[in-house]
């Protein structure tokens, strides 16, 4: 994470600014942040990358895991909601913490569950809704104990970690057995757990983090008309839009692999791990660019979503198994790259309304109820229209995305808008 980007750097050495208590507390919380990030999205893709080993033994099918994701997808949307708004009133100590212990256990109980499928529902549900207590807290104390430069660095770095998770699962998986690889989420989960709670307790004592710095507006219709003034119904489609795609069709990558390009289950989740490992460069490509744009959010957008929606173009076009792979990583990588400009830059943005953990938690459950009932959607759709017809969807999505980031209407220059101070 480099905390030492932006105005603020230009004339310091990095010692120096180590020196600086601001600079300093941001790499503590970044770090700490970064780091418990790592862990959920490594938890939280076993069953993605261990999908094809499941499949390949010939006791579950397609849709069966797919019911199951979704269900993940249902809880950790509604508790993204749910926490969201109660992370604005407790301390984000408790909440990300106890998230990340209780998932943990119920990480550890899931392979037992696997033949009662009521069972496997429920526990893989409530893996999702403990894992949601955790990023709109951890928004909330990362912008309102950092100044924006740093918090935009803070959130970049665990938008990254979140896409790393991903390839640290494949690689887990590639040594393990499928139920070992959940067995070592666990044990990351609770041991970051215990590790967040000290470390949290550690800087309310000396100061580092504080809480309730900013309010939100009295009145429930007057919140609701900032969060408008920041342009948060456009901002939910695209929260909505990507969200599908970096978390349904990533979920069903390594399936996608092994079926319809035809690698093995075991090559299948090598591909993906790697992919993945390109993929998670987004967040500081997504960051870089925008600077390039002199931070202009619509254009950011609209080269994003049209990146993304041209490669899905030449997937479905291109059948050769290596290039076809790569214009999905490609694809998959634009669309982040927008969904990186949501959560690093938009979200944190809102520090002054006092709602960054209810917004944020509004914004992640759109986009997790996106993906719960596309992941259902996908795995009905591999057997009925096929694989080729289903990227004709992926692709449409993307240029729906194009259109949400056309800027219409005309813009008051004398009102500077938050992402842009």
Not at 25 to 53: D, E, H, K, M, W
Request: proline share 3%; hydrophobic share 50%; with cysteine.
């Amino acid at each position: 994470m480099n905390v030492v980007m932006g105005k603020e750097g230009n004339s310091h050495q990095p010692g120096n600014l180590l020196e600086n208590s601001k600079v300093r507390n941001a790499v503590f919380i970044g770090t700490l942040c970064s780091v418990s990030y790592l862990g959920v999205y490594f938890a939280r893709n076993i069953l993605s990358v261990v999908t094809p080993q499941i499949i390949e033994g010939g006791v579950y099918q397609e849709e069966y895991i797919g019911s199951i994701s979704s269900m993940f997808f249902t809880f950790y949307a509604v508790g993204q909601l749910i926490n969201g708004l109660v992370g604005d009133k407790i301390k984000s100590r408790y909440m990300i913490s106890f998230g990340l212990l209780l998932a943990g256990v119920c990480n550890a109980l899931f392979p037992f569950m696997l033949d009662l499928p009521f069972a496997a529902h429920l526990t893989y549900g409530m893996i999702g809704f403990f894992l949601s207590m955790i990023y709109a807290p951890m928004t909330k104390v990362v912008a309102e104990n950092t100044e924006p430069v740093y918090a935009a660095r803070c959130c970049l770095g665990y938008t990254f970690a979140s896409y790393l998770g991903s390839p640290v699962a494949g690689v887990v998986a590639a040594f393990f057995a499928w139920q070992m690889v959940f067995y070592t989420g666990s044990a990351v989960l609770m041991v970051m757990g215990l590790i967040c709670f000290f470390c949290f307790l550690h800087f309310e004592k000396t100061g580092i983090v504080t809480y309730n710095q900013y309010k939100a507006p009295k009145a429930q219709g007057q919140g609701l008309k900032v969060l408008i003034e920041h342009r948060i119904i456009k901002f939910t489609f695209v929260s909505v839009l990507t969200g599908i795609v970096r978390t349904a069709v990533v979920f069903w990558m390594p399936t996608y692999l092994a079926q319809y390009l035809g690698f093995s289950p075991q090559d299948s989740g090598l591909i993906f791990t790697v992919a993945t490992f390109v993929i998670s460069s987004s967040a500081f490509l997504a960051v870089f660019i925008y600077e390039r744009l002199k931070r202009n959010m619509d254009v950011t957008l609209l080269l994003f979503f049209g990146g993304s929606a041209c490669s899905f173009v030449l997937v479905y076009l291109v059948g050769h198994p290596v290039l076809n792979i790569c214009l999905l990583v490609m694809a998959i990588l634009f669309n982040n790259c927008a969904a990186s400009m949501l959560w690093s830059v938009y979200c944190p943005s809102l520090r002054d309304t006092g709602m960054v953990s209810g917004a944020t938690g509004y914004l992640d459950f759109m986009s997790y109820m996106a993906a719960a009932v596309s992941s259902t959607l996908f795995a009905n759709a591999v057997t009925g229209i096929g694989w080729k017809n289903l990227i004709l969807v992926w692709l449409l999505l993307m240029a729906a995305g194009v259109i949400v980031a056309i800027p219409f209407g005309k813009r008051t220059t004398k009102i500077q808008r938050p992402w842009e101070k």
